[in-house]
């Protein structure tokens, strides 16, 4: 097992690889204040979210939807997408293949 180092990716905002291989990576975000942002972006890996904690407002191409602890979802190649932290909170991604610009 290796440790990986916390990542400051915005105001509040945390990333951490939690586990990584070359065809799959598990990444938590940490949001740390309501009101903080998951900058809207877009990726080549297929990604796969669960909501640990938190609430957050996701937008996922022209579509927005508010998820809460327990809901997951996955967002296909490309998609243009960010969030709005509601209430402080823990997302838990999964990317394939892995994102080698996080190591």
């Known amino acids: 097992m290796t440790d990986f180092p916390v990542v400051k990716t915005g105001e509040d905002v ?8 070359p065809k799959m990576m598990v990444v938590a975000f940490r949001f740390a204040a309501e009101g903080a942002i998951g900058a809207l972006h877009n990726h080549p890996h297929v ?15 022209d ?15 490309d998609i243009i997408h960010g969030c709005v932290c509601l209430e402080p909170g823990t997302l838990i991604d999964c990317f394939t293949p892995r994102r080698d610009d996080f190591l």
């Open 47 to 61: 990604q796969s979210t669960y909501v640990e904690k938190g609430r957050f407002r996701f937008t996922l191409g």
């Open 14 to 21: 945390t990333r951490q690889v939690l586990s990584d291989h």
């Open 63 to 77: 579509v927005e939807r508010e998820v809460g602890p327990g809901d997951s979802f996955v967002i296909p190649s």
